[in-house]
Every structure is written in structure tokens, then in C-alpha cells.
């Protein structure tokens, strides 16, 4: 069924793209023939499915914390490592680009072109007109959340009804919702295909969307709505190994998992997932092309449920790995750990040292470029051995869009938010750590509504790391003395550990001895309106009423 799914996408993509004057990259042309392309059910069914095939791409959640401070990219050609380190510009080519509306021009004719097809169940009609609202609102929440305002646009037919100008980020914000709103009754609780929108993921894009703008109550009612729907919960780990379930979600058999909403489906022949393979460090033959930072470590909480900084945390900073929370070791490949390589044998992960027995080691950060530039991995997604995928370039790994832990995670802040702290906050946080196998929330040390708030967003960063939440995150939320956060944890220096590797030691949290220094991996910078990424040149050229955003 999966493949028959991937074919057809493939086929109906190629039916809609056209190709047309260069305008048609800013805002969208009706490119359909209704006269002979829309007459059956199937034809609406064809065209349904090539609408998928732009709506969301996996490549930004897997990239998008190298924008902030717990990731990082050494690339430039894979448009992430200027927009960590503030040095964007609208004439740089280097920058991931996000404005795009040939999704929005497929979404658009799909939606005008519908209404031509007599259904025989008219529910089977309204799925179909939610699925695609959805997706819509998907596409205009990411240009509104990465640009601001931008046009809400029609199918123009020639150039100069395309010169538009962007509506207000507050406009844009209503139409999303006003989208959602209408998809949510429409689709089906269940999806009728794999891979397909169905009602939960509708809610997590209205909860998720409202989440960022700070309307508070619309999320937490989203959440609420999600978890009724009765279909998901967190996967669960067995009572010997912490985390076992949150480890499990990101690899192959994971995939069916109650906690996922919904994931990109990959297979490893018609649509396989090659961006496994950049992830992994150069030894196994990977870019290192996304990668966790120190930072990140720092933020994890010891296995007593203390902070690194907090007395009588047991914290070691020879020893930073050591005795922390389960979920680090699930989703970051540190020094001194063991690891399966693709060539079948066992080896200790060695990121500090220049030489290992005398030979250049091929995963010294000031070494080749291919190898991680913070002396980190990922470790979600990244199977070991060699059997685990056939061919990591062409991988069948699923990436994860929205899953259960959000949700929670969501509620909780949202709650927070306009009541503080409650028995529903703390059953939410809790599941999450109990899973984990952390402690219970310390209510008498986040009794206030500012307290939970810094164990909320610590929760949050190192339940979700490596997902593509965190820049959003640290550009909506704000300190005691209301400065946005990214100007706090983007300015200054981005360090890594330095030390070496004892291999006589047995336990591996241990096996990496850390000294007092750091490595410089780069300088950042974030200035008030990186808040924006600037819109490519090109656009700008194209589209004279267009307006660059401040500072560009």
C-alpha cells in the first residue's frame, strides 16, 4: 500500500508541475485544465496526492535547531549555519529559503477544481477540502513564522496580477486559523491511508500555531482536543531501561508507534530518506551535517532530578556525561560511548582526541570538515551496524513531524500560562518523565508560575532536541526582564568540550576525561530583527511591491 501511495504521489506531481515564467516562484499560476483533468472522484483522489508532495518538508525539522543555540551546521551550501550565527542576508544564497508558494498554487487549484467533481458521499468530498485547508495553513504558518507577513495569494494567470504585497503577519495569522478552523470538523478521526492528514494533525497544526503566537487558550484547548480523540499516547519503556521507548521512536521499528501524529514516510526505493545519512559523523561516512551542542548537555538534569549547577547534583565536570538524564544518551552519540559501526565492529566514539594508536582520528573536530565541528551527534534516527539500513543514503527511516510528548509538553506551558501551576501541569510533565525515567517534578521548587516556566522550557528543549523546536522557542519566549531569549543564548561564543578518551575505563559515561578548556567552533551573533530570516533577493527582484524585511 505504502508504495502504490509513493508511485501515485510521484505521478500526480509531475502532472501539476508546469513550467512557467520565473514569477511563478513567488506566487503561483493556474496551471490545471479542469475541461479535462477534473471529472471523476479519482481524478480529485490523483490530484489529492500530489498535493502531498510539497506540503512539508522533513529536511527543516531535521535542520532547524542548527538555528539555535543546542545545533549546529558546518555547511554553508545546506543554508543553516548563517542563520545560527546571525549572518544572513537577503543577497546570500546560503540561507534556507522558505519562500516558495508552488504548494499554495497545487492547494489553490485543488481546492477551486473540487467543486467540479460530483461525489457520492459528500463526507468523502470534505475530507479531502480539509486534508488540503490543512496543508495550506501548514504552508502560510512556516512563511508567516520565518518572514512575517506575505502575500495570501489567488491563481494568477500572468505576471503583473502577481506583482502583490505581503499581508500583515497579524492578517496571515487569521487566515491560518480561520483554515484550520474550517479543516478540523471536515477530516476523518482516522486517516484513510497511511501518510494522509487526518484530525489529529490538523490539531497539532492549530496548537502548535497558536503556541507560537502566545494565544495561550487556543492551544491548550487544541491539546485538550487531541488527547479526547483517544488515539495516542507516549511509548512506553520497559522497567530495566529508562528512555527505551523514547529511543525507540526514531528508528525503524518505532514507526508504528501511538505516540507519532504523523511522520514523513520513507522507503528505500521509491522515496527514501538520504538525510539519515548526513547526520552520521565522518568514520561511519557521514557529514556531520546537523549536530547537538554543549550547550545542549549542559541543560540536561542529573538522574537525581538536580540541575548540573545546583548543590548536591553529584555533577562532575571531568565527567559531564555521567549520571544524567536517560534521554541524553538517547538522543546524543557523545565521547567514550560504544558504538555498532556500519562495518559491523565495536568501537568506542572518540571526538577529542587528534590521533587514536598513533593514526589520525577521522572524528576530530579540527580535522576533516565532514566531521562533527562540536565533537557530538545525533543520535535520533542513527540505527547501527550494518544491516540496520541497507543503504543509509537510501534509508527507510520516517521522520517525525508531530508526536504525543508535543502535545503534553503544549498543554502544560499553555496551562501554565493562564493559570500556573496545577495538578494538570505537573501529570503532564510527570508522563514525560516518568517515561524517561526521571523523577517526579519537585513541586515545591517549581511552585510558582515563573519556576515552572524554566522547568517547562527545560523540559521541552531536551524531551523535543534534534526535532526542530527550539528556534521557534527561544524567538517566542522571554525572560524575566521581557528580552527575547535568542538574544541571550545566540550572542557570544560557541564552544566544545576538550579532553581525551581513557579506554581502560569500563563505564562509559566515564570514558571521557574533560579539562577545564573549551574549543571555539564559532562567534554568533543575533540582533533584534534576525527575528525574521530575510527574503531572498530574487523575490524582491521579481515582485517590486514586495517590501524586505528590517534590517536587510
Known amino acids: 500500500m505504502k508504495k502504490n501511495i509513493y508511485i501515485s504521489l510521484i505521478a500526480a506531481a509531475s502532472l501539476m508541475h508546469v513550467s512557467c ?32 508532495s510539497k506540503w512539508i518538508d522533513d529536511g527543516t525539522v531535521l535542520y532547524a535547531d542548527c538555528g539555535s543555540d543546542i545545533g549546529y551546521s558546518h555547511h554553508l551550501h545546506e543554508g543553516w549555519k548563517y542563520i545560527g550565527n546571525g549572518g544572513m542576508s537577503a543577497g546570500v544564497s546560503e540561507v534556507a529559503n522558505f519562500y516558495d508558494f508552488n504548494a499554495i498554487r497545487n492547494f489553490n487549484d485543488f481546492l477551486a ?9 459528500q463526507a468523502k468530498k470534505d475530507d479531502m477540502i480539509g486534508q488540503v485547508k490543512t496543508m495550506r495553513a501548514w504552508q502560510y504558518f512556516e512563511k508567516n513564522w520565518y518572514y512575517g507577513g506575505v502575500p495570501i495569494i489567488e491563481s494568477y494567470e500572468t505576471a503583473e496580477e502577481a506583482q502583490v504585497p505581503r499581508n500583515t503577519e497579524a492578517e496571515v495569522k487569521e487566515f491560518i486559523y480561520k483554515e484550520l478552523d474550517e479543516a478540523i470538523p471536515m477530516l476523518n478521526i482516522d486517516a484513510v491511508e497511511t501518510g494522509r492528514i487526518n484530525r489529529g494533525v490538523a490539531l497539532s497544526i492549530k496548537m502548535r500555531s497558536a ?34 521507548g523514547y529511543k525507540k521512536l526514531f528508528l525503524i521499528e518505532g ?19 538520504w538525510m539519515v545519512a548526513t547526520m552520521y559523523n565522518n568514520a561511519d561516512g557521514g557529514w556531520s551535517s546537523m549536530v547537538p551542542t554543549k550547550n545542549l548537555v549542559d541543560m540536561y538534569e542529573m538522574t537525581n532530578g538536580l540541575t548540573k549547577d545546583e548543590a548536591g547534583s553529584g555533577y562532575d565536570p571531568a565527567h559531564p556525561f555521567y ?32 590521533e587514536i594508536n598513533g593514526k589520525s582520528n577521522p572524528n576530530d573536530p579540527s580535522g576533516v570538515d565532514n566531521a562533527s565541528k562540536t565533537g557530538l551527534t545525533w543520535a535520533k534516527y542513527l540505527g547501527t551496524g550494518p544491516t540496520y539500513y ?12 508531530f508526536r504525543y510528548a508535543e502535545t503534553l509538553l503544549s498543554f502544560a506551558e499553555a496551562k501554565n500560562e493562564l493559570d500556573g501551576p496545577c495538578d494538570s501541569v ?25 519556576t515552572l516556566r524554566e522547568l517547562i522550557r527545560r523540559e521541552r528543549t531536551v524531551e523535543l532536541a534534534g526535532e526542530g523546536f527550539r528556534r521557534a522557542d527561544i524567538l517566542r519566549w522571554k525572560d524575566n526582564n521581557g528580552k527575547v531569549l535568542a538574544e541571550t543564548v545566540l550572542n557570544g561564543e560557541l564552544k566544545r568540550y576538550v579532553g581525551t578518551v581513557n579506554y581502560d575505563e569500563t563505564v562509559p559515561e566515564k570514558r571521557a576525561v574533560i579539562s577545564e578548556d573549551t574549543e571555539l567552533v564559532e562567534k554568533r551573533v543575533f540582533v533584534s530583527h534576525n527575528r525574521y530570516l530575510p527574503i531572498p533577493q530574487e523575490y524582491i527582484d521579481l515582485n517590486s511591491k514586495l517590501v524586505q524585511n528590517p534590517g536587510y
Open 21 to 52: 515564467d520565473d514569477f511563478l516562484d513567488t506566487v503561483p499560476h493556474d496551471a490545471l485544465s479542469p475541461e479535462t483533468t477534473w471529472k471523476t472522484e479519482s481524478d480529485a483522489d490523483k490530484f489529492l496526492t500530489g498535493c502531498y
Open 113 to 121: 477544481n473540487i467543486e467540479n467533481v460530483e461525489f457520492t458521499s
Open 211 to 244: 503556541l507560537y503566537y502566545g494565544d495561550y487558550a487556543r492551544a491548550k484547548q487544541a491539546a485538550v482536543e487531541i488527547a479526547k480523540l483517544g488515539l495516542y499516547d507516549l511509548e512506553s519503556s520497559s522497567a530495566d531501561n529508562p528512555a527505551s
Open 255 to 273: 514507526q508504528q508507534s501511538k505516540e507519532i501524529i504523523f511522520s514523513v514516510v520513507h522507503d528505500q526505493v521509491i522515496m527514501s530518506n
Open 323 to 354: 549520571n544524567r538524564d536517560p534521554r541524553m544518551a538517547a538522543t546524543i552519540l557523545y565521547p567514550g560511548r560504544d558504538w555498532l559501526t556500519i562495518d559491523g565492529e565495536v568501537v568506542v566514539i572518540n571526538t577529542l582526541d587528534e
Open 390 to 401: 541497507a543503504d543509509m543514503w537510501n534509508a527507510n527511516a520516517n521522520t517525525i513531524i
Open 426 to 450: 505537573y501529570v503532564a510533565l510527570n508522563k514525560i518523565r516518568f517515561r524517561a525515567g526521571m523523577p517526579s517534578v519537585d513541586k515545591g521548587k517549581y511552585g510558582t508560575k515563573e
